[in-house]
């Protein structure tokens, strides 16, 4: 049992006002977000992006320790691989951009990835890697705070050449992190396990849906199971 990570005796509630994820004793898996919204557009992309983050460590935390190997494809990144690109990705997006000299064409994708999360162990168990998803919401966010306004109303070039407002890319950060938080999701379907959202919004009626194949209409319909 030690090495399933999930919270014990999960209760699933609805999402609280500010980020947060739940615990079954009634704690939160982070502090929720305090944001003096004086600050500026920025400090919705704050907020937003802190958001989306307690949602893929829900996620991760309801995939039990021993189940990280599961990939669902030989080719597809297994949950640690999965759950290290998010943690190096949001370091990568959200440093650059806070760099005043900041620029996404000056290096590849892979150099921007070493250069602003390279410190990171080669090897890590999910249970650091779990760690590490929750201390680096942290780190991302003082990165975020530390410059005012006139830095993120800032032009920055993207890796295509094009250019955005630095602000935007903390919101493209956020993005991210839904589209592989919902990876997440689909890879705790595919072993059998009911996702964290789900078992928030539907608690004790959340539960794996029979999907039944009708094959002379190549159609399907999703069958709640009786329980």
């Known amino acids: 049992t030690s090495t399933d990570h999930r919270q014990a005796g999960w209760s699933p509630v609805a999402r609280p006002a500010h980020p947060g994820v739940s615990c079954g004793d009634g704690t939160l898996a982070c502090e929720p977000t305090e944001i003096d919204m004086s600050d500026g557009v920025h400090a919705d992309a704050i907020e937003a992006f802190a958001y989306a983050r307690m949602g893929t460590i829900g996620?991760?935390?309801?995939?039990?320790?021993?189940?990280?190997?599961?990939?669902?494809?030989?080719?597809?990144?297994?949950?640690?691989?999965?759950?290290?690109?998010?943690?190096?990705?949001?370091?990568?997006?959200?440093?650059?951009?806070?760099?005043?000299?900041?620029?996404?064409?000056?290096?590849?994708?892979?150099?921007?990835?070493?250069?602003?999360?390279g410190d990171m162990p080669e090897a890590m168990s999910p249970g650091e890697l779990l760690e590490t998803l929750e201390s680096s919401l942290e780190t991302c966010k003082e990165r975020m705070r530390a410059l005012g306004e006139d830095h993120w109303s800032g032009d920055i070039k993207r890796f295509d050449g094009e250019t955005w407002k630095r602000v935007t890319y903390l919101f493209y950060a956020g993005a991210h992190e839904y589209y592989h938080c919902g990876q997440l999701a689909t890879y705790a379907r595919s072993m059998g396990l009911v996702p964290a959202l789900t078992q928030q919004i539907h608690g004790d009626e959340a539960s794996m849906p029979t999907v039944r194949i009708t094959r002379a209409t190549s159609s399907s319909t999703m069958v709640k199971p009786s329980v």
């Open 59 to 117: 996620e991760a935390k309801n995939i039990p320790a021993e189940r990280w190997d599961f990939r669902p494809h030989a080719n597809a990144k297994s949950v640690s691989e999965l759950v290290r690109h998010i943690i190096e990705a949001s370091l990568m997006l959200i440093g650059e951009a806070a760099d005043p000299e900041g620029d996404f064409t000056r290096r590849s994708p892979a150099d921007h990835m070493s250069h602003h999360a």
